[in-house]
């Protein structure tokens, strides 16, 4: 449970400045279908376990699928807050552990591709919800749309997932390039799914580094891997999280480890800020 008293203390307050700093990460791939909404959804559960306030964006804006995933039914999404009918507060449902989440909508082409004036819109509104939160993780859609280059560019950390499967790397490697190249991104978190042991989640990790490091200015830092598990397959079918269906699986003791390791300060990650930071910076991109 959160600390109510904890809660309502401020920076000011404190004298604590970092207390207020709200850690910003965007989950992306390149590929479809490699894990990305499953990493987000047990991750914020196991963070929120280990003391964090974690709020989940589902920017996945055309095929929104977070809420399906954990069994929530959300009456508002972000289509409600870009139409301006309600505040993204407004949308948050809460979820297993307690963790809070801001629904895509599915089935709107309209958001698949936001308008400059949507995505400040957006900003705006996803900088209203500091305080409100530790951790800010953001799922983001597959391929490489501007939605997703977008949510990427403003997060502090971008954790890209990557399977063994070759086709996955290739476009795990296309992400990377396109935001290294155009958006001058430097550091990424890699996480590797569905491996089957330690030597082949190291083996991918290795053959992404190997091409990154000829081509791109970039550091890819490796987060670890979850193993393919059939729980997660049973947990989706279920609409569980697997750190809830099979708290003893190997998936959910990799999520749980996962989330120590994502809390943990590692130098890969981009100068500390605030959510203000997040919407500074992609003002200053605008800018650019
Ligand atoms: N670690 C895993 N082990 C086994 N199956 C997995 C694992 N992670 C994901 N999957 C399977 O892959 C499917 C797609 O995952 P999902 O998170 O929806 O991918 P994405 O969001 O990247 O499109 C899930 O429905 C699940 O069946
Ligand atoms: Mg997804």
Same mark, same amino acid.
């Given at each position: 449970?959160? @600390? ?59 095929? =929104? ?102 086709? $996955?790397?290739? @476009? =795990? ?6 935001? =290294? ?13 569905? =491996?089957?042991? @330690? ?49 003893? $699986? ?39």
């Amino acid at each position: 449970m959160v @600390d109510r008293a904890e809660e309502l203390n401020t920076p000011e307050e404190t004298g604590d400045v970092g207390a207020a700093v709200v850690q910003t990460i965007a989950v992306a791939s390149g590929k479809g279908g490699v894990g990305k909404t499953n990493v987000v959804a047990n991750l914020a559960i196991a963070m929120q376990r280990a003391g964090k306030r974690v709020i989940v964006i589902d920017a996945d804006l055309g095929l =929104a699928n977070v809420d399906t995933l954990l069994g929530l039914n959300p009456t508002a999404s972000l289509r409600n807050v870009l139409r301006g009918e309600c505040s993204i507060a407004d949308t948050l449902v809460e979820g297993p552990a307690g963790i809070r989440l801001v629904p895509a909508a599915s089935g709107f082409e309209e958001l698949t591709q936001l308008s400059q004036e949507q995505r400040l819109q957006l900003l705006g509104e996803v900088d209203s919800l500091e305080g409100a939160c530790d951790v800010l993780l953001i799922d983001t859609g597959a391929g490489i749309s501007q939605n997703v280059l977008f949510f990427a560019t403003a997060a502090q950390e971008t954790l890209v997932v990557v399977t063994p499967d070759p086709t $996955s790397l290739t @476009d =795990a490697y296309a992400l990377v390039k396109v935001l =290294a190249t155009r958006y001058a991104e430097r550091e990424f978190t890699v996480l590797v799914n569905m =491996a089957r042991n @330690d030597w082949e989640a190291r083996k991918t990790f290795t053959q992404l580094t190997r091409v990154t490091e000829r081509f791109l200015n970039v550091g890819l830092t490796y987060a670890g891997f979850v193993p393919h598990d059939a729980e997660v397959v049973e947990a989706v079918r279920r609409q569980q999280s697997v750190l809830d269906l099979a708290p003893g $699986s190997a998936a959910a003791s990799a999520f749980t480890a996962l989330a120590a390791r994502m809390a943990a300060p590692r130098e890969a990650v981009a100068p500390k800020g605030g959510l203000q930071f997040f919407f500074q910076r992609l003002l200053a991109g605008q800018a650019g």
